[in-house]
């Protein structure tokens, strides 16, 4: 079993005891024992009876404890403690576990950092078992006593070496409380679905080994000696740099007095430049004067021209506006007059068209009442025309004409009976 400095490796067991008030004293162990005993069995009440009783007469059932019983070997869920009398054979207190909060020790030796190095790590946890019943009753019947040892000390083995292992040799101290957190968390959930609670958990102590350790400390003696080299360098340092204020101190003075004579010189150089500049701003002011008065005078004849033309240029804007009055108004009489004489021109115009409209209408109506002479007439009109024709085409010489034509024309130069009949309206025959 792993140990250093007196640390042993804690180990959980179970215990068998006479009675069961004996658990007390089988619980609180011996001292200094790496054994921790966190349930304990009684014996059957048949191996306490008498060969002929089936009974107890006094059973008693201390408190404290989360206490199981059976019936013919049947979990039978929590005893109440106190007196039990008559306490048949079938019933038995098959386990009594542990309420308290109980602490368990994990040394680890020669455990490897990521540069190698073998270092012993001590750990501390506390866990309890409960709260309630039926978390005992799933501590003693789903894991055990033996497996939840097992369990529990290849766990804690697995994650000192797998955080030790991520790290240096020079971070094993700095992640205490880092890994603490986190191997709490782990085992928190990993053992809960048994009833077990893990309260805390704890790096007591780190070791490196003897060589390495040794080696660590000269190298903190060397760092004392060069803080201490350091140190008197700083002094001898501060020493040369007294000296150098020193001689920095009597330049600063030299230099001071050489500025207060030259800020001398300049306030003198100050004063001449502004008499000169006072001067001369004098003699800017009286010219300044004296161009202002010129202008003044030049604004003055430029007001008065400007008034003058306004006034003239107002005149004539008057006189042009006079003159342009008159002639809109001679125009106005003159196109009114345009007007009258259009209008009396349409009047005339409108009576006379009405006039002729009149006429055309009695010419027409006329017409009309004389459409039977008219047709006549206009029969015997045509008819000449087309005789006229003829006459003109046999004048002026022969033509061949052959066809339809010809023989429509030979039709109207020599009229038959009907043809004049249709031209006239009479019968000839």
Not at 63 to 72: C, M, N, P
Not at 156 to 181: C, K, M, P, W
Not at 277 to 300: F, N, P, W, Y
Not at 351 to 372: F, G, I, K, P
Request: glycine share 6%; with cysteine; net charge negative.
């Amino acid at each position: 079993m792993a140990a250093f400095d007196g640390f042993m490796h804690s180990k959980c067991i179970q215990q068998h005891i006479e009675n069961p008030t004996d658990a007390a004293s089988v619980f609180n162990g011996v001292p200094n024992s790496q054994e921790i005993c966190i349930v304990a069995i009684p014996k059957s009440t048949h191996d306490m009876c008498c060969g002929c009783c089936c009974c107890m007469p006094l059973m008693n059932v201390p408190s404290g404890f989360f206490i199981l019983y059976q019936r013919w070997y049947k979990n039978q869920g929590e005893l109440e403690p106190g007196v039990k009398c008559c306490w048949p054979f079938w019933y038995r207190i098959s386990h009594i576990i542990n309420k308290a909060t109980i602490t368990y020790s994990a040394p680890s030796v020669n455990v490897p950092t990521a540069d190698n190095v073998f270092v012993h790590v001590n750990l501390s946890l506390t866990f309890s078992i409960g709260p309630g019943i039926e978390d005992a009753s799933d501590f003693v019947y789903k894991l055990g006593t033996a497996r939840f040892d097992e369990f529990l000390s290849c766990e804690v083995e697995e994650g000192i070496r797998g955080l030790v292992y991520s790290v240096t040799h020079d971070r094993v101290n700095d992640l205490r409380e880092e890994f603490a957190q986190g191997m709490l968390a782990s085992l928190s959930r990993k053992f809960k679905p048994y009833g077990v609670q893990i309260r805390n958990v704890k790096i007591t102590e780190t070791k490196l080994p003897v060589e390495l350790a040794t080696k660590l400390e000269e190298t903190t003696t060397f760092r004392t000696r060069i803080s201490e080299k350091a140190k008197k360098h700083e002094n001898t340092i501060r020493v040369l740099a007294d000296q150098a204020s020193q001689e920095l101190e009597t330049i600063v003075r030299t230099n001071m007095r050489r500025e207060q004579d030259l800020s001398a010189q300049c306030v003198r150089y100050q004063i001449e430049h502004q008499e000169k500049v006072d001067e001369m701003v004098g003699s800017a002011r009286v010219q300044e004067i004296g161009a202002k008065s010129r202008m003044d005078v030049l604004i003055g004849q430029a007001k008065g021209d400007l008034e003058v033309a306004t006034a003239e240029g107002e005149k004539d804007a008057e006189v042009i506006r006079k003159n342009m009055q008159i002639e809109c108004e001679r125009r106005k009489v003159k196109i009114e007059e345009q007007a009258a004489v259009l209008i009396l021109e349409s009047e005339g115009k409108l009576r006379a068209a009405e006039n002729n409209a009149a006429a055309l209408v009695a010419e027409a109506e006329a017409e009309n009442n004389s459409t039977a002479g008219l047709e006549v007439k206009r029969k015997y009109e045509l008819e000449w025309e087309r005789l006229q024709i003829l006459e003109s085409l046999a004048k002026t010489g022969r033509r061949f004409i052959s066809g339809t034509t010809g023989k429509e024309m030979m039709k109207e130069m020599v009229p038959t009976s009907s043809s004049m009949a249709s031209r006239t309206g009479k019968s000839y025959f």
